[in-house]
């Protein structure tokens, strides 16, 4: 069965900082990867998604996200972390159109 | 448009009660999907529909859930009778299939029972 690794459950960096979130996963075939951000009280905001091709993805908010098949990891990467960055944040795989998410890693910014 | 609409944003009962949480998806997405999330196991998915028919609900936790999509522009989930241990929140995604993994997302349901 396909399943999603966030190894950091919180982070904290400070603003203006480069930022690496990291996401493994366990899947047979192609995954298709995904990064969703979840503000305090909100629903989730999808980030960016990998189906195929390019390994380097961009996405919302100045974010990006490298897929390598060798490693099994889709890291999310942002250069510079600004304060309304803080939030929870999940990776997910599909899996016969299901999402399947990690435990989420919770980033903090300080000022 | 509005986005996915869930309410209520936040309900408190008492164990034994009934709970219903109620979802709009978003006009023309013809999947729609119910999560739950907790601290302990995280977001996980309960049941999908397709063009209002459930597809798998291998995620509803035991009998005392139920969910139904009576039309495409409405859902529900339904609680009966609730615990203490179905204190979560819930979200409510929909999907136009195009493509088929894109899921927007309600802003949740933070239900308390007590």
């Known amino acids: 069965a396909q399943s999603v690794t966030q190894p950091d459950i919180h982070i904290t960096v400070s603003e203006g900082a480069s930022l690496e979130l990291r996401c493994n996963y366990s899947?047979?075939?192609?995954?298709?990867l995904f990064w969703y951000v979840q503000s305090p009280g909100q629903g989730l905001q999808l980030l960016l998604k990998?189906?195929?091709?390019?390994?380097l993805v961009q996405g919302i908010k100045g974010f990006e996200a490298e897929f390598k098949r060798s490693q099994s990891s889709f890291n999310l990467r942002k250069p510079s972390v600004h304060w309304s960055d803080a939030a929870e944040y999940f990776c997910?795989?599909?899996?016969?159109?299901?999402?399947?998410f990690g435990k989420g890693t919770l980033l903090t910014v300080n000022p | 448009d509005a986005g996915v609409i869930q309410s209520p944003r936040h309900e408190v009962t008492e164990m034994g009660q009934e709970v219903t949480l109620r979802c709009k998806p978003i006009s023309g997405h013809d999947y729609l999907f119910w999560y739950r999330q907790t601290m302990m196991r995280g977001l996980e998915l309960l049941i999908y529909?397709?063009?209002?028919?459930?597809?798998?609900d291998s995620g509803m936790p035991e009998d005392r859930f139920s969910a139904k999509m009576p039309n495409a522009s409405f859902s529900t989930l339904k609680i009966q009778p609730s615990e203490p241990r179905d204190s979560a929140v819930y979200f409510c995604?929909?999907?136009?299939?195009?493509?088929?993994?894109?899921?927007?997302f309600g802003p949740g349901t933070r239900l308390t029972v007590t």
């Open positions: 995604a929909s999907s136009s299939g195009r493509p088929l993994y894109e899921q927007y």
């Open positions: 990998y189906f195929s091709g390019d390994t």
């Open positions: 899947y047979g075939a192609t995954p298709y």
């Open positions: 997910a795989v599909v899996s016969n159109y299901k999402l399947t």
């Open positions: 529909f397709n063009n209002n028919v459930p597809i798998d």
